[in-house]
């Protein structure tokens, strides 16, 4: 009977595997879904529906997306989990992705194991600002005003794990100061409160700042990427101004269900790259303060287990607990 049962399952392993090289023979034979897991209207989501037209082009098949918020990005993460490795769910990943793991005490779901890269982006800075009432031009004048005043200045974030959180830890650690964390569910009431001086610094993304950059109502000592930014040459990184070591970057990476076939996944790399060539993405990336990468399945897999890396440092040593 042992013998029986193992070839059965022997031959519904050959006839599974038959069925994914058919499939990705036709790929794609129906429309494909990009997952978001976050709600309609944000940076993703936009990075997302612009994607998912330029791919829909070069794969000649409709591209859509679905979204799918909730439990910082474990929703809609598990659902692609769940579904099967034949390219027609794929997850848009961003640097929750990577930090989930040290956060949270069990997933629903292996971040690496459950999942096959398909393409690095796009990778995105924060910008430091504060008030222009804080009496600080650069960052080395930051650093020494708030080693004058120890748990004195405050830093607002979108919520404990988030870019603007961990970037302002990733400083706090490195430049040895006392920082306040104040955590606000999203962008819009922290940087209200910014501009109202109820908190002085922040470490938030281009599109969220940009317009009061602008105008004068906050100001911008750096920004938080390897590099400087082509969309603010002006700015310096931290690292530059003084702060050794220090960088924090968000991203985009798109990946699909383990066990997904070879020939699928390079079809929807080189249908990401062909998208990315796209005008729409070229004003995306100066609005969003983007650098485009459509790096191949690879490249995004060192990525993601490098940030995963580096940032379980971080949290662990800084005792940072997902409330």
């Known amino acids: 009977m042992r013998i029986a049962s193992l070839a059965g399952a022997g031959l519904c392993g050959a006839l599974v595997a038959i069925s994914l090289v058919v499939a990705a023979a036709s790929y794609p034979d129906r429309p494909v879904k990009i997952v978001v897991p976050f709600a309609p209207g944000g940076g993703t989501d936009v990075i997302a529906r612009t994607l998912a037209d330029g791919m829909g082009k070069a794969l000649n098949q409709t591209v859509f997306v679905e979204n799918k918020p909730g439990a910082g990005t474990i929703i809609g993460t598990e659902a692609v989990a769940a579904s099967p490795p034949d390219g027609a769910a794929l997850l848009m990943a961003t640097f929750a992705h990577a930090v989930n793991p040290s956060l949270k005490a069990k997933l629903p779901y292996d971040t690496f194991a459950d999942f096959a890269p398909v393409a690095l982006v796009a990778r995105s800075f924060n910008i430091v600002v504060v008030n222009p009432k804080l009496p600080v031009q650069n960052v080395a004048e930051l650093i020494a005003y708030a080693k004058a005043r120890p748990a004195k200045l405050s830093y607002g974030s979108y919520g404990i794990g ?33 501009l109202g001086g109820q908190i002085e610094v922040m470490f938030t993304t281009v599109a969220s700042v940009a317009p009061y950059i602008q105008s004068g109502q906050l100001r911008a000592l750096a920004v938080t990427s390897a590099e400087r930014s082509k969309a603010f040459p002006e700015l310096p990184t931290v690292e530059e101004a003084g702060l050794p070591g220090y960088v924090a970057e968000s991203w985009y990476g ?59 440092k971080l949290v662990q040593s800084a005792n940072i607990k997902d409330e």
Not at 299 to 308: A, K, N, S, T
């Open 162 to 194: 988030t870019s603007a959180h961990l970037a302002g830890e990733l400083f706090k650690n490195l430049a040895q100061v006392d920082l306040v964390h104040v955590p606000y569910k999203g962008a819009a009431p922290a940087i209200t409160d910014l």
């Open 254 to 312: 798109l990946f699909a269900r383990a066990g997904t076939p070879i020939e699928i996944i390079d079809k929807l790399n080189n249908a990401t790259r062909q998208a990315l060539t796209a005008d729409a993405f070229a004003t995306l990336a100066r609005n969003e303060g983007l650098t485009l990468v459509a790096a191949p399945p690879s490249e995004l897999d060192r990525y993601v287990h490098g940030e995963e890396a580096r940032w379980r």
